[in-house]
């Protein structure tokens, strides 16, 4: 099992700035592929942003290219710049047994419980 908490959501004004981050607990956290997934109200879930294992491969989602940046160390942490008000959502981190297959398609098998990133405009 892996236990996974996520933290830094908030309320932000468009043009702002948030970093989430995500601790895991359980077990060996390295040896997973770590993503950043996001539901809106009425909207399916969606992937913004992954990182392997290593470190050495990231996926965006086209939406939030040049505006977030993922990253880790013990942590995975998901720096969100230029918010725009389409950003508001329920964030998850979510970890998946690393493999050498696609980020974006991969199966994540442990989720946190979610933070919520609200953006005015």
């Known amino acids: 099992q892996v236990q996974l908490l996520e933290s830094g959501g908030g309320l932000v004004q468009a043009g702002g700035s948030l970093r989430l981050s995500c601790a895991a607990s359980g077990r060996t956290f390295r040896n997973y592929d770590m993503g950043w997934f996001r539901q809106a109200p009425g909207k399916e879930r969606e992937l913004v942003a992954a990182?392997?294992?290593?470190?050495h491969r990231t996926y965006y989602a086209d939406s939030v290219k040049g505006r977030f940046t993922i990253s880790r160390d013990n942590a995975v942490y998901l720096q969100m710049n230029s918010l725009k008000p389409e950003d508001t959502a329920v964030y998850y981190c979510a970890a998946g047994f690393y493999d050498s297959g696609s980020l974006l398609s991969k199966n994540y098998d442990y989720w946190g419980q979610g933070t919520q990133v609200t953006v005015s405009s």
């Open positions: 990182i392997s294992w290593s470190g």
